[in-house]
């Protein structure tokens, strides 16, 4: 399995981004996929999931209208657009697998950092 | 919705035994997953449903669960076992599916 993050940066507030994560090694189309991050120094906080067809998702409140989380079975590919950000959401993103019961994450990603800052 | 609260740090030598809880009032009716998260890198699972080690995860490490309160215990510890350490639930009811603890930080001494 292999999950590689790209698209962090350096954005200031308001701004946007778009996260990309490439999945190998695993039948993407079979599973849960999620965007966890963790803000520079502190744990670990679930952000985002999408079910293996894509037809459904749910974002943490937190993050609800401004995150959007979406994938590309064709292309093995998850996403994660990022608008009207904040400092607050400065973190490393991670993409993760989930297991076949979407009740952990069995493969993660290395990250990728975002950073909010004027 | 969960609440996992773990120890902000533990220290041990070499050669002893680790062990890190995970307190919740949800965690007698859940299965707890434990991460290992080294400095700089990715978090790997190291337990998952309360007990079960993935391949390639050593023996030394093991899990636990007993009414309110998940363990997480590394016998024979070595200075390469230096990490974070995170507790997590699957909760529908909470913000997001993936509730983590606030992790713990393992010093060999």
């Known amino acids: 399995v292999q999950l590689v993050e790209s698209g962090g940066g350096l954005v200031q507030p308001g701004g946007s981004l778009r996260l990309s994560c490439a999945a190998s090694?695993?039948?993407?189309?079979?599973?849960?996929m999620h965007w966890v991050r963790q803000p520079p120094g502190k744990g670990l906080v679930g952000v985002s999931r999408?079910?293996?067809?894509?037809?459904?998702?749910d974002h943490a409140d937190s993050v609800k209208g401004r995150l959007t989380i979406s994938r590309d079975n064709a292309r093995n590919t998850l996403y994660l657009q990022m608008n009207s950000l904040r400092v607050e959401d400065t973190a490393v993103y991670f993409c993760?697998?989930?297991?076949?019961?979407?009740?952990?994450?069995?493969?993660w990603g290395q990250g990728t950092l975002v950073t909010v800052s004027s | 919705s969960s609440v996992l609260t773990q120890p902000p740090s533990v220290s041990v030598a070499p050669g002893k035994t680790a062990t890190i809880t995970c307190g919740g009032n949800?965690?007698?009716?859940?299965?707890v997953h434990w991460y290992q998260q080294k400095s700089g890198q990715a978090p790997v699972v190291v337990i998952y449903?309360?007990?079960d080690r993935p391949s390639g995860i050593p023996e030394r490490f093991s899990g636990s669960s007993s009414g309110n309160t998940a363990t997480l215990t590394i016998s024979r510890v070595e200075v390469g076992d230096e990490a974070d350490y995170y507790c997590?639930?699957?909760?529908?009811?909470?913000?997001?599916?993936?509730?983590f603890g606030g992790g713990t930080k393992l010093t060999v001494l």
């Open positions: 993760v697998k989930a297991n076949l019961n979407d009740e952990l994450g069995d493969s």
């Open positions: 090694g695993f039948t993407f189309s079979s599973h849960w």
């Open positions: 999408i079910n293996p067809g894509g037809t459904y998702s």
């Open positions: 949800n965690v007698r009716s859940k299965s």
């Open positions: 449903y309360d007990r």
């Open positions: 997590q639930v699957w909760d529908s009811t909470s913000d997001h599916s993936w509730v």
